[in-house]
């Protein structure tokens, strides 16, 4: 297992270097000018010469590419071009929004989506499991931010429930903290509800055709131990690698439900970001977020062991 380990760590190197060349090499040929969005529209030519000159912008691709690389591997990001920050600061200050909006979202979403799939397996072709499948194609349809505003309408101002926007740190309170974070949650997790339920009936339906829980109904076991002991357990490895690729949704859902619910995360940093064309923090934020996507990838590879004794690294 430690041998697969480092293996897989290994084969990850390539390709972040070839995610870090690429995030430099497209926002390099990006239009646009953030010397010029720094002068402001009254600079001279001089002006931005001297401003490209002090960020760098004058100097080839390759140095610096070349420069970026280096100071990544010593763990700098650079700075913000605007305000001068650190780019590691900047995404510890947004760090717990994200990281407790995607954590909130991932338990609802499991929570909800396995129970529900595992029974529209078990009654398939029923009401249920109709409404279920109704269910899954809607919420792939339907737009994030649509699914916000709608929860926002609802909820904070029609029932004024809970507040529509903001955060509040955990340190503040439990109850402040979850308050801000259901409407948000219940926002993203909408579509991978739907993705989870569908993948679990899919699979579900799969085992419940098997011998062996034949068997076990033929012995009289109560239907609960069928589905959640037996069946569930065989079909726990399709269910998993799902949850782990849909991780990638929520990330990309993140940037746009943290801009709906004014929630200041990384995704609300990283939409601002590329409006004002920061090079520094669009590249830190890509970067760290393919490097945790890959980094839940090889845990997720790693629980299969787990989960079913026969796979062996």
Do not use: C
């Not at 600061?89 to 989506?113: D, H, K, Y």
């Not at 339906?205 to 009289?220: C, F, H």
């Amino acid at each position: 297992m430690f041998a697969y380990i480092l293996r897989r760590a290994g084969a990850a190197l390539p390709v972040m270097a070839l995610v870090a060349f690429f995030i430099f090499s497209l926002l390099y040929l990006a239009p646009g000018d953030p010397a010029a969005m720094i002068a402001g529209d009254q600079a001279t030519p001089e002006d931005l010469a001297r401003i490209r000159e002090s960020l760098g912008l004058s100097r080839p691709f390759l140095a610096q590419f070349g420069d970026w690389a280096w100071r990544v591997l010593h763990l700098d990001l650079g700075k913000s071009i605007f305000t001068g920050t650190p780019v590691t600061a900047l995404i510890a200050q947004r760090l717990e929004a994200t990281g407790s909006l995607l954590v909130m979202t991932l338990v609802l979403a499991v929570t909800v989506a396995v129970p529900l799939g595992v029974i529209a397996a078990w009654k398939s072709g029923s009401f249920f499991d109709r409404a279920i499948m109704a269910f899954a194609v809607f919420g792939f349809s339907v737009p994030v931010f649509a699914i916000g505003y709608l929860i926002a309408w609802i909820f904070a101002l029609q029932l004024q429930w809970l507040p529509v926007q903001g955060y509040v740190p955990f340190s503040e309170g439990f109850w402040p903290w979850l308050q801000r974070l259901i409407l948000p949650a219940l926002t993203m997790s909408f579509g991978y509800v739907a993705l989870i339920a569908r993948i679990t009936r899919t699979t579900m339906l799969e085992v419940l055709q098997q011998d062996y829980i034949r068997t076990a109904r033929a012995k009289g076991l109560a239907s609960k131990g069928v589905l959640f002991v037996h069946a569930l357990k065989n079909a726990s490895v399709p269910i998993v690698t799902v949850i782990g690729l849909g991780i990638a949704m929520l990330i990309g859902g993140a940037v746009v439900t943290e801009s709906v619910f004014a929630i200041p995360g990384i995704g609300r940093l990283t939409v601002d970001a590329i409006l004002r064309r920061d090079y520094p923090v669009i590249q830190g934020v890509v970067l760290m977020f393919s490097f945790a996507y890959l980094l839940i990838n090889l845990l997720i590879d790693v629980s299969y062991t787990l989960l079913d004794p026969r796979i062996r690294y």
